[in-house]
């Protein structure tokens, strides 16, 4: 099963509001990192926080990350339409050989 | 180059050939990853590159598929004999540490008929 579990699977919203994307994960971790994804092409690495690390600002993007109930959310304040695109949570497992492990994603549709 | 390059961008190919796909890491940067998706779904760990150590073949799906990493730069995955199944954006990525993330090529959409 996946490591990391995105939710919602879907979310759509109008412009101005604020969007909230879930992840869960299974085993420790040494960091968690959000990406972004625009048709189904490459992802972008939007912000990453580290297991002793709480919270994490990056402009209009706010990530939080509970290591006792193994998740993280990701909140985009003030969403635009531009931010339309599938969401990405992904996991560096401690003792893992340092190759991520992404979930499934939560698409976001932001309506003008 | 500034970004990870994939190449080609668009691939279709008949069932039963052999595919490469190419990978043209940022300069420097001494992991290599390779991940597939399908439509809609997440993405599965293929092959991981680090230096000049042995890859990770661990997500590789079967022995159709292999990849090599020359000189420690550029990457190139085969497939031989495709199945349908194989059918999936391929992606790239490569970083100096996973504590500053992945830069991800664009990717190679491979269809296969």
């Known amino acids: 099963s996946q490591q990391g579990e995105e939710d919602p699977q879907a979310l759509s919203i109008q412009e101005g509001e604020n969007a909230t994307m879930n992840c869960s994960y299974k085993?420790?971790?040494?960091?968690l990192q959000w990406y972004r994804q625009n048709s189904g092409r490459g992802l972008v690495h939007l912000i990453l926080i580290r297991s002793n690390e709480r919270e994490k600002h990056s402009g209009r993007l706010r990530v939080t990350l509970d290591t006792s109930k193994k998740s993280s959310s990701l909140l985009i304040t003030a969403s635009r339409a531009a931010d339309t695109a599938s969401y990405f949570c992904?996991?560096?497992?401690?003792?893992?050989?340092?190759?991520?492990?992404f979930g499934s994603g939560t698409q976001l549709t932001v309506l003008p | 180059g500034a970004g990870v390059s994939q190449s080609p961008s668009n691939k279709v190919t008949e069932k039963g050939k052999d595919v490469e796909l190419r990978c043209d890491p940022i300069?420097?940067?001494?992991?290599l990853y390779w991940y597939r998706q399908s439509l809609g779904q997440g993405l599965e760990f293929l092959i991981y590159f680090q230096g000049n150590s042995a890859p990770d073949k661990s997500g590789l799906p079967s022995d159709r598929f292999s990849a090599e990493r020359t000189g420690g730069s550029v990457s190139t995955l085969t497939i031989q004999r495709t199945q349908q199944e194989d059918s999936a954006v391929y992606l790239c990525?490569?970083?100096?540490?996973?504590?500053?993330?992945?830069?991800f090529g664009s990717g190679t959409r491979l269809t296969v008929v």
């Open positions: 990525a490569s970083t100096t540490d996973s504590n500053y993330g992945y830069t």
């Open positions: 992904a996991t560096d497992v401690r003792g893992s050989a340092r190759q991520l492990t």
């Open positions: 085993t420790s971790i040494n960091n």
């Open positions: 300069s420097g940067h001494t992991a």
